[in-house]
């Protein structure tokens, strides 16, 4: 694997609310958050694709996003806050914004191939590495751990684009809150104020609606708050790496077929959708690449319009439920290996949104998943084709291309609604260069062997 060059860092700065408009706050987190306490950041990469030189980059673009992402930040306060972790279980932790806190923005510029990064075969991962900014230095004391959850860094490639990477603490919010806060963003950095956004949108809803103290303490335990003072690091990404990422796309009528052979196999199977089919056709395609044991899939639901009563679609925060399928291998490679991963998916889905218990479990409740046995491969999803993040446009257009380049930490996939048809999936995977040869050629002949 070859060396890659280093940034140019044309400015670090940091960017707060315009003064006086917040005033200090707290926003209490809830178990809903404390699952991710002890998870990986989560990076996310817009390229846009524009002539820009490095004057226009300086005079214009930077000036911009600064002024924007200030105002912005006034009505999403927790993004400029710090996450604060206190040593004991009988105190919560919470996002804490104290007057002058600020967010790390950092204006680079790179030579990097801006076609390369931004198309759909398979690149090297540690390219990305260079794009996303890291979080700032966690500060230990004996009563507190501060932890900053959010920054941003703006990368130019002089005539061909800019990549906007942001990194955020997973406490921060689920992906419902990164679009409603990007949403803010975009709208603002196109017009200059806050006046159309806060005219056509809702502002975030702060309330905690869920209490839960016996959840609480056993999410908290599970995070073993206790020991952040002398154990907590946040995680990073770097290479050299033989990782390369790939994104395939699924078109509706290939996603439809896929449903017909499904419910025609298994008529009383009740989730059959489009993410159903697009998930077990992934899982299938992965378990081939690998001579493995034990797999575990699994993915993330928003709970939002699923608690009683139902929280508002603003809601500010993490609020998923988990939904997850265990099978063998050798089970996912054979012939039904597609209708079998969709099966367990399915039942999975059914079960998971009729339990009589609700989406909310206790953390001990999934000792029950390794009844039979740890997995030695498990797969996440990362984002939801739900939400239109290549509507967002700072004013320059539509983004060519995102990337979750936090799937790199433990081999989840992404997927979002393809750019160019929201009803077609995009679908991101992150794999060793040996399997990714595997997976493209599976991926494919598989296609053809099903439709």
């Known amino acids: 694997m070859g060396s890659f060059p280093i940034l140019t860092v044309t400015e670090h700065a940091q ?30 990469l817009f390229f846009y694709e524009m002539s820009v030189t490095q004057t226009q980059f300086a005079e214009t673009i930077i000036p911009n996003l600064k002024q924007s992402l200030s105002i912005t930040l006034q009505h999403f306060f927790p993004f400029v806050g710090n996450l604060v972790v206190y040593p004991t279980c009988t105190k919560n932790p919470e996002i804490r914004y104290v007057e002058g806190d600020s967010v790390a923005v950092t204006f680079a510029e790179c030579d990097l191939d801006f076609n390369k990064l931004t198309g759909n075969n398979p690149r090297d991962c540690e390219m990305f590495y260079h794009l996303i900014p890291l979080l700032e230095r966690v500060e230990k004391t004996p009563d507190y751990t501060k932890i900053p959850v959010f920054s941003i860094q703006v990368t130019l490639f002089p005539n061909f684009g800019i990549s906007i990477g942001m990194t955020n603490h997973h406490c921060l919010g689920d992906a419902s809150t990164r679009f409603n806060f990007l949403k803010a963003w975009t709208s603002i950095a196109r017009c200059g104020t806050d006046e159309s956004f806060l005219a056509n949108e809702t ?36 290479g050299p790496t033989d990782k390369v990422r790939g994104t395939f796309i699924l078109p509706r009528t290939t996603l439809n077929r896929l449903k017909t052979l499904v419910s025609t196999q298994l008529p009383t199977l009740t989730y059959v959708s489009s993410f159903t089919v697009a998930c077990a056709y992934i899982w299938s395609c992965i378990a ?23 929280f508002p679609a603003a809601y500010f925060g993490n609020c998923l439920g988990g939904c997850m399928a265990m099978e063998d291998t050798k089970q996912l490679t054979g012939k039904e290996g597609f209708v079998t ?24 409740s999934f000792g029950d998943l390794f009844s039979s046995g740890v997995p030695t491969t498990v797969i996440g ?11 967002l446009d700072f004013g320059w257009g539509r983004p060519k291309k995102i990337e979750t380049v936090s799937i790199d930490y433990n081999g989840s996939i992404s997927m979002n609604a393809y750019r160019d048809n929201y009803e077609d999936l995009e679908i991101g995977v992150c794999l060793q260069t040996t399997e990714m040869e595997s997976f493209v050629r599976i991926f494919e002949d598989g296609l053809e062997n099903y439709i």
């Open 288 to 310: 081939k690449t690998r001579d493995d044991g034990l797999q575990m899939f699994g993915f993330t639901i928003d709970c939002r319009a699923r608690m009683n009563p139902p």
């Open 341 to 364: 991963a969709a099966k367990l998916i399915g039942e999975s889905l059914h079960n998971t949104l009729t339990d009589k218990d609700g989406l909310i479990k206790d953390i001990e």
């Open 381 to 391: 999803v990362a984002g939801t084709p739900k939400l239109k993040f290549y509507d």
């Open 203 to 238: 502002l975030p809803f702060y309330d905690r609606l869920v209490k839960n103290l016996k959840l609480d303490e056993s999410y908290l335990k599970f995070a073993k708050v206790e020991k952040f003072k002398e154990e907590y690091q946040p995680s990073k990404l770097c």
């Open 15 to 44: 960017v707060s609310p315009p003064p006086a408009t917040i005033g200090d706050k707290l926003l209490p987190l809830t178990f809903f958050d404390f699952w991710w306490l002890t998870q990986p950041p989560v990076h996310y």
